[in-house]
């Protein structure tokens, strides 16, 4: 699906900056409230060819902190996974309006994969605080393992059943079709420079074209301190994947293992190893690992050599009778965090609306602020807009150069620290 770039002067009722999963479920959630709406969508790529698109699909139900030891969260755990599951149903749902492939939305639950004895004592340890939450979870064995992801690595695995396997990509051009077919208008190559204040209304600007709204509803994660909010507030992080190419009978028959699988690792600065099949990209394994804070939202060639030399080093170490594979694909994906876990979904300014910031959590959070920025949007309250409007600010971050130099010190001891898994 290829969409036009904005040209010209024009109007609408709601303007959505950002076609991500949040802009795209902002603009699902206004089509329901407002039938009959003027929305229009402004992407600075095309869809899915940045971030989105290039995630490891993980739409995790339980809770899933990516600053803590072992994703166990601070006392809000029940209403978080309420909150995800609202948002993994609202995906269900759109992916059957829509007609989106259900290879690109599978339910087969994920596993936390531990390759030493302290990352099992992680993965025990998450097995007893769900346990507490009454969610189910399973312990899988070495052997267990090995039948699942055709590899010795791991010593143990954690298997919960809630999260659902996208293939990001094809759910969100899915998502972005249907939404066309519902009237909603998408620009894709359209960057936004800004937005001003003109006769009442915002006019929002970009390079070959302009909206005037009265409300705007901002879903560029990090970069809405591209827009004068929440500066020196937000760390923007990069992480980094291969894509090994397409896996023939040969290798296949080597690999063993099932044909689709998602291990995130026990320690969250650990390898998510993801294996995918026909249906959902080609016989292909994903492998995503490294971590680095670069404040003006570019990695660099550098930082990219380097995650692939330390990405293929993982590969090696898992798949040994596949090692020194060439990978056809490297790239980095950027993240935004705070430092106090927060996410920044509330009215920002008269008329504007955010949707941002979704701590490492993009598939699940992305969604749910997309929807609670819609309905403040359109003044209407729920259990998202309830939950992400109690939150704090974000805590302010320490001045440069100490937060950039002192972030990625810290990143690197502890991927150090978690070398193995």
């Known amino acids: 699906m290829s969409l036009p770039r904005i040209e010209g002067d024009s109007t609408a009722d709601f303007v959505i900056i950002g076609g991500g999963f949040a802009g795209l479920s902002a603009a ?44 166990s969260g601070d006392g809000d755990d029940r209403a978080m996974i309420g909150l995800n599951r609202h948002a993994i149903a609202y995906a269900r749902d759109a992916v059957d309006e829509y007609g ?15 390759a030493s004895a302290a990352a099992d004592e992680h993965n025990r340890s998450y097995a007893s605080h769900l346990t507490k939450l009454g969610e189910p979870s399973e312990l899988l064995g070495e052997r267990a393992m090995r ?44 960057p936004v420079t800004g937005f001003v204040r003109e006769s009442g209304c915002w006019r929002v600007i970009a390079p070959t074209g302009s909206v005037s709204t009265p ?9 809405l301190e591209s827009f004068g909010f929440e500066q020196d507030r937000l760390m923007q992080i990069f992480l980094f994947a291969v894509m090994t190419p397409e896996l023939d009978a040969e290798a296949l028959k080597s690999l063993g293992g099932q044909p689709r699988w998602g291990v995130t690792p026990s320690d969250p600065m650990g390898t998510t190893v993801r294996r995918i099949d026909l249906g959902q990209g080609g016989n292909r394994v994903v492998t995503r690992t490294c ?28 798949f040994p009778s596949l090692a020194g594979m060439t990978m056809e694909y490297a790239w980095s994906g950027h993240l935004c965090l705070t430092l106090n876990g927060v996410a ?19 598939t699940t959070r992305g969604t749910l602020t997309g929807i609670g920025a819609a309905e403040l949007a359109c003044g209407q309250t729920s259990i998202v807009t309830d939950y992400f409007t109690a939150q704090a600010r ?12 002192g972030a990625n010190f810290l990143l690197r001891w502890k991927e150090w620290k978690a070398r193995d898994e």
């Open 394 to 405: 974000p805590k302010k971050l320490p001045p440069q150069p100490f937060r950039q130099i």
């Open 291 to 318: 971590a680095v804070l670069r404040p003006n939202c570019e990695a660099t060639q550098a930082d990219l050599q380097r995650a692939a030399r330390v990405m293929q080093r993982k590969f090696d170490q898992r």
């Open 28 to 71: 699902r959630r206004l089509t329901e409230l407002q039938p009959g709406a003027r929305i229009t969508v402004l992407d600075a790529g095309r869809l899915a060819e940045g971030g989105t698109g290039r995630n490891s699909g993980f739409m995790i139900d339980l809770p899933h902190e990516v600053q803590s030891d072992n994703y």
């Open 147 to 190: 039948e699942v992801t055709g590899s010795s690595h791991y010593v143990s695995g954690l298997y919960t059943p809630g999260t659902v396997m996208l293939q990001p990509a094809g759910y969100v051009r899915g998502l972005g079709a249907g939404l066309v077919s519902k009237g909603v208008t998408i620009f894709e190559n359209s």
């Open 215 to 223: 409300r705007v509803i901002l879903t560029v994660n990090g970069h």
């Open 344 to 362: 920044v979904m509330r009215q920002v300014d008269d008329g504007v609306y955010s949707g941002c910031v979704q701590n490492g959590l993009g």
């Open 100 to 114: 989106i492939d259900r290879n690109f939305f599978d339910p087969a639950g994920k596993i936390n994969g531990a």
